[in-house]
C-alpha cells in the first residue's frame, strides 16, 4: 500500500482535496490560491487540475481561474440519493419511537430538498414526497440547517428568496429569522410551529460531522406534536442523528478487499 501511495492513490487523494478546497471556497479559484491552501507545488496542481479538466470535474473561466465542473453534478445527485438510502432504518428507528412521519433533508443551494422520508402509521399523517423542494426559512430541517450557517450568508440567502409567507405564522422578516436561529442555536433543535402548513408541527435536527449538511425531522398534526411531546421527541431525535453521523463516517471506512 506504502507503494500505491506515492503513486495513483496519493494522486487520487490529492484530487480530492483540491475538489474539496474549490467547494470551501466557493466553487472557483485560482491555482496560486490552491498552492497556498495545499501547500503542493504549483507544477503538481496544475497538473492535477488538467486532468480534472479533461474528465470534465473542473473547467477553466476564461479569466483563468478554475470551477467545478458539471459532471460533479451528477455525482451529487447520486450521492444524495444514496444518502436517503442509508438514512431510511434510522428514520424506521424514529417513526418507531414517536410514531410520527420521519424525514431527512440537505441543503441544496438556496433550497431544502427531501431526500428520504419514512410515514407515520396514523391514518392522519404528514406526506412530503422525496425529491420535493421548499424554501427554508419555513421549515424545521431549514432552520436547523441555517444555524450553522453564518448570519451575513444567510442574510444573503433570504434577500435572494424574498421569504414568501406559506401561513400567517412564517417569519417573513429576516432580522426576526436570525434571533429565531440564535434560539436553535441554544436549544440545540428547531421548530416549525405551522409555519409551512396550517395544523403541522415539525421538529428537527442536524446530523452532525455529516458528509454535506443534512438534517432529520419528524412531522405531524399540532394536536400530537405538543409542547409536551416536544421535551420527549427531541432527546430521540437527537439521539439518531447521533447513530446516523457514525454509520455515515463508518460508510466511507470500510476496507476494500
Not at 20 to 43: H, I, K, N, T, Y
Not at 111 to 129: D, G, I, K, L
Request: hydrophobic share 40%.
Amino acid at each position: 500500500m506504502s507503494a500505491d501511495r506515492t503513486g495513483g492513490v496519493q494522486s487520487l487523494e490529492r484530487a480530492f482535496d483540491l475538489l474539496e478546497r474549490m467547494a470551501d471556497a466557493g466553487g472557483e479559484v485560482g491555482l496560486s490560491e490552491l498552492s497556498a491552501g495545499s501547500g503542493l507545488p504549483l507544477p503538481t496542481i496544475h497538473r492535477l487540475m488538467r486532468t480534472l479538466v479533461a474528465c470534465g470535474y473542473v473547467r477553466q473561466q476564461p479569466n483563468r481561474r478554475y470551477a467545478l465542473g458539471p459532471r460533479l453534478i451528477r455525482l451529487g445527485e447520486s450521492a444524495s440519493r444514496l444518502l436517503g438510502t442509508w438514512a431510511r432504518p434510522y428514520l424506521a428507528e424514529l417513526v418507531e419511537a414517536t410514531g410520527e412521519t420521519a424525514n431527512m433533508a440537505l441543503l441544496d443551494g438556496d433550497e431544502v430538498v427531501y431526500v428520504a422520508q419514512v410515514p407515520s402509521r396514523h391514518s392522519m399523517r404528514m406526506f412530503t414526497e422525496v425529491g420535493r423542494r421548499v424554501l427554508p426559512h419555513s421549515t424545521g430541517v431549514g432552520k436547523a440547517l441555517l444555524a450553522s450557517v453564518p448570519p451575513e450568508e444567510v442574510r444573503a440567502l433570504l434577500g435572494r428568496t424574498g421569504m414568501p409567507a406559506a401561513t400567517d405564522r412564517t417569519i417573513t422578516d429576516p432580522d426576526a429569522f436570525l434571533a429565531e436561529l440564535e434560539r436553535i442555536r441554544a436549544l440545540g433543535y428547531a421548530v416549525d410551529d405551522n409555519e409551512q402548513e396550517v395544523g403541522v408541527r415539525c421538529l428537527a435536527v442536524t446530523v452532525p460531522d455529516s458528509p454535506t449538511a443534512a438534517a432529520i425531522s419528524i412531522s405531524g398534526p399540532a394536536g400530537r406534536v405538543t409542547e409536551g411531546a416536544t421535551d420527549k421527541i427531541v432527546p430521540v431525535l437527537q439521539g439518531v442523528a447521533r447513530q446516523l453521523s457514525v454509520a455515515l463516517s463508518n460508510a466511507g471506512a470500510a476496507p476494500l478487499g
